[in-house]
């Protein structure tokens, strides 16, 4: 009974350590999964074999549906018997367009934030912690400052002419000639 107690090495002890890695192995794989599902582009890439089928399985049963009411018509068959739904697999195939079109209008909303960001902070501005490499396409801070002086000035004046309109049609801006 003693020699059954006794513990073999890589036994139990060793588990615990292997069961925290795959752990942690599954938990980075869920992190993977979940950031890929936030990818407009990846998440339309999944989706596309998902239509496919659904317009094979919308045309076999469009296919079916006609052929067993051609039967019908022609009276060989009688109307008993049951047939998939045609709308149901229709639903389906629209819901995985709607789906499509989602992940492609958040890609093109992803991709223009991205042209405007670039073009409006085309370059980096070297950091404190690194300042012995110099990159050839960062601007200096005296640029910097200068860029971020004129997007202020320019949201001024935004809000200025938001104010301004709004007081007009408010009626409390200056009196316009009766027509």
């Known amino acids: 009974m003693a020699s059954q107690q006794q513990q073999q090495p890589g036994g139990p002890m060793s588990q615990p350590g292997l069961q925290q890695q795959a ?12 950031q ?3 990818d407009p582009v990846h998440r339309f890439k999944m989706l596309i074999p998902q239509l496919k089928e659904s317009l094979q399985n919308l045309m076999k049963i469009a296919s079916l ?3 067993h009411n051609t039967s019908i018509d022609n009276g060989i068959k009688s109307s008993d018997t049951s047939v998939q739904r045609f709308d149901k697999s229709l639903e389906e195939f629209y ?26 902070s085309p370059n980096l501005v070297p950091t404190a912690t690194k300042p012995d490499t110099v990159q050839t396409e960062s601007m200096s801070y005296a640029q910097y400052l ?6 202020i000035s320019c949201a001024k004046d935004i809000h200025n002419a938001l104010l301004e309109c709004s007081k007009k049609i408010a009626g409390k801006g200056p009196a316009q000639g009766i027509m």
Do not use: T
Not at 97 to 119: H, M, N, P, T, V
Not at 146 to 151: E, V
């Open 95 to 120: 819901a995985l367009c709607d789906q499509l079109e989602l992940c492609l209008r958040l890609a093109y909303e992803c991709l223009s934030q991205s042209i405007d960001s670039a073009k409006h």
């Open 146 to 151: 200068g860029m971020i002086k004129s997007q």
């Open 65 to 67: 549906n006609l052929a």
């Open 36 to 38: 890929q599902d936030f």
């Open 23 to 34: 752990a942690l192995q599954q938990q980075q794989q869920q992190q993977l999964s979940q």
